[in-house]
C-alpha cells in the first residue's frame, strides 16, 4: 500500500517579505499542493477514501500587526493572524471542504505614575474539517473582553484583572496578586475568585529567597472546590561556576506527609566531571542513587535502587570514543537474600573504515539460583579487514589474498533445545581478495542468511572481478537456487556491486 509518511506531489510556496509602514505591518503567504498521506480519522466523509488518500490543497495564511502610542501613557496593541486550508475533496453536501485558524487581539493600556488600567479583547476560532490527518486542527473557539488593573512601586507590585467570556455569556474569575521583590528575594500571593456564584477557587503562594550563591524557594497551592493543598514545594541550593547543588522536597498537606526527596550534585573540573543524582520516594519506601565518575576518556557509574526487598545495582564503566574504540561494561543485578539475576554486559564498538562493528555480549554469573556461569546472548554486525592482501613479486611467487569478515551474527543460549543454543546469521561470512596485475582485484565472498542449526548450510556466493574502471559481479544463492550476473562501468563499480550484496570491506568501504 502506499507509504505511511507524508508525500507531496508535488508542492508550491510563495511568501511575502514584511511589509511595513509606519506601525502596521502585514504578511502573506500561499501553499499549493497535492498530497498522498493517512486519513483523518474524525472525519466522516473521509472514512470511505480508506486509510490513505491523495488530495490537493491551498493553504493562504497572511497576519497584521498595529502598534501606537496615541498620547504620553498610552499603548495600543492589535494582532490578526489567519490561516485557511482549502481542499479539492467535498462533504456529503457537495461543499469543499476547509478549516481555518483565526486569531485577533487588541488592548488600550494607559500608565500614569505607577498605576496602569488595561483594557484587552481576544478572539480565537479553529473550525472546519480536513481529509488529512498530518494538518488536522482540533476544533476550538475562545472570545473574550478583560480589563485589568495595577500598581507598580518597587519593590511592591499589585495588579488586579476580570473579564466577560463573550463566547458563554458569564463572567471570567476575577484574579489577584501582590507581589513584592527586590533583589535577593520574592514572595507571591494570588488569589483566583468566580464571579458566578463559584465563590474562592483559588489561593497559590511563592516565596523565594536568592543571596548569590544560594537559593532558597516555596510554592503552596489551594484548591477552594476540592478544600485541598497541592504539594508543599520546598527547593535550596547553590551554584557556583563548575559546581552545583539542588535539594527538592515534596510534602503533602492533606494527610499523606512526605512525597519525595530529590538531590543533585555536580562538580566539573577540566576533563573531569562527577555527578550525584538520589531519589527518596516516602510513600513507596523507596532509594534511588546514580553517580558517575567522567576521568578524561573514562567512565564510571553506578545505579542502586534500594526497597524493603531487595537492592538492585547496576555498575558501569566505559573506555574510550567513537569513531575509535569503545568499550562498556556493566554488571547488575540485584540482592535479596543472595546476589540474584547478576549478569555482565559488554559492548564494543569501533567505526574506522578498516575495521566498523559493533559486538555486544551478555555474560550470567553466579547468583542464589543458578551457580553456573555462561554466556546467554552475543550480537555481531559490521565488518572488520582482518589482514590485507599482499601482492606476488616479480616471480609471480609470495601472493596472500586478503580476508575481511562482514555482516550479522546473534548467538541465543537455549538450554530447552538439544542443541542448546541458536544461531542467527544474517549476510554473515568472509571475504577473500585477491590482487592481480594491472591494478585487477578478484573478491570471493561466501555470505550465509540463515538460522542454526537446524537447517542444511545454503551459502550464497558472490565473486567480483574489479578492473580499474568497471566490475563484474557473479553471484550463485543455494537457498534461492538462482544464478546472477551484473556489469557496471565506474571507478566505484566494485565497492557498488559488493554493498548491494551485503558485503562490506572493512568498516564500511
Not at 511575502?16 to 483523518?40: H, I, W
Not at 458569564?170 to 521583590?181: F, I, M, S, W
Amino acid at each position: 500500500g502506499p507509504p505511511r509518511t507524508l508525500q507531496r506531489l508535488p508542492e508550491v510556496e510563495a511568501q511575502s517579505p514584511v511589509f511595513r509602514e509606519g506601525p502596521f505591518s502585514l504578511q502573506a503567504g500561499f501553499v499549493l499542493g497535492r498530497y498522498l498521506a493517512e486519513t483523518n480519522p474524525l472525519n466522516r466523509s473521509t472514512r470511505v477514501l480508506g486509510p490513505y488518500a491523495e488530495a490537493g490543497r491551498a493553504l493562504l495564511a497572511h497576519s497584521e500587526s498595529l502598534f501606537l502610542s496615541p498620547w504620553p501613557g498610552a499603548t495600543f496593541r492589535a494582532e490578526n493572524r489567519f490561516r485557511g486550508f482549502y481542499y479539492t475533496t467535498q462533504n456529503p453536501d457537495g461543499e469543499h471542504e476547509r478549516q481555518i485558524e483565526w486569531a485577533t487581539s487588541a488592548s488600550l493600556r494607559q500608565s500614569l505614575g505607577g498605576f496602569s488600567l488595561e483594557a484587552g479583547y481576544a478572539r480565537s476560532v479553529q473550525e472546519g474539517e480536513t481529509p488529512f490527518r498530518f494538518d488536522a486542527l482540533p476544533q476550538r473557539r475562545s472570545h473574550q473582553a478583560t480589563l485589568a488593573l495595577g500598581f507598580q512601586e518597587r519593590p511592591l507590585s499589585l495588579s488586579l484583572k476580570a473579564g466577560r467570556n463573550l463566547e458563554e455569556e458569564r463572567y471570567l474569575p476575577l484574579e489577584a496578586q501582590v507581589l513584592l521583590q527586590d533583589q535577593g528575594y520574592s514572595l507571591t500571593v494570588g488569589h483566583k475568585r468566580g464571579l458566578e456564584g463559584e465563590g474562592p477557587l483559588e489561593t497559590r503562594l511563592e516565596a523565594g529567597f536568592t543571596p548569590y550563591p544560594f537559593s532558597l524557594k516555596a510554592s503552596l497551592r489551594f484548591d477552594h472546590p476540592k478544600a485541598l493543598f497541592d504539594p508543599l514545594l520546598l527547593q535550596a541550593g547553590y551554584a557556583l561556576p563548575g559546581e552545583s547543588l539542588n535539594l527538592t522536597h515534596r510534602h503533602d498537606l492533606n494527610g499523606k506527609g512526605a512525597l519525595t526527596t530529590d538531590l543533585t550534585y555536580a562538580l566539573r573540573e577540566g576533563v573531569t566531571a562527577y555527578t550525584l543524582q538520589g531519589r527518596r520516594d516516602w510513600e513507596v519506601d523507596t532509594l534511588a542513587l546514580q553517580g558517575q565518575a567522567i576521568l578524561g576518556p573514562e567512565s564510571l557509574s553506578l545505579r542502586t535502587t534500594l526497597d524493603p526487598k531487595a537492592l538492585g545495582y547496576a555498575l558501569g564503566y566505559r573506555f574510550g570514543a567513537v569513531p575509535g574504540r569503545l568499550l562498556d561494561l556493566e554488571l547488575s543485578g540485584r540482592y535479596q537474600e543472595g546476589f540474584r539475576a547478576t549478569n555482565l554486559r559488554l559492548g564494543l564498538t569501533q567505526a574506522l573504515p578498516e575495521v566498523g562493528f559493533r559486538l555486544n555480549a551478555n555474560l550470567h554469573l553466579p547468583e542464589v539460583e543458578d551457580k553456573d556461569i555462561y554466556l546467554k546472548d552475543a550480537t555481531f554486525s559490521g565488518g572488520m579487514e582482518l589482514w590485507k592482501p599482499v601482492p606476488a613479486d616479480e616471480a609471480g611467487e609470495g601472493a596472500i589474498p586478503g580476508l575481511s569478515l562482514s555482516g550479522s551474527l546473534t548467538y541465543t543460549r537455549r538450554p530447552q533445545t538439544p542443541e542448546g543454543y541458536g544461531l542467527a546469521l544474517r549476510s554473515f561470512g568472509p571475504t577473500l581478495t585477491f590482487l592481480g596485475r594491472e591494478n585487477t582485484k578478484l573478491h570471493l565472498a561466501a555470505l550465509l542468511t540463515q538460522n542454526l542449526p537446524g537447517e542444511p548450510l545454503k551459502p550464497r556466493f558472490i565473486l567480483v572481478l574489479d578492473r580499474c574502471c568497471w566490475a563484474m559481479r557473479f553471484t550463485l544463492d543455494a537457498a534461492k537456487g538462482s544464478v546472477g550476473l551484473a556489469f557496471l562501468y565506474g571507478g566505484q563499480a566494485a565497492g557498488l556491486l559488493l554493498s548491494e550484496e551485503g558485503v562490506k570491506l572493512g568498516g564500511g568501504r
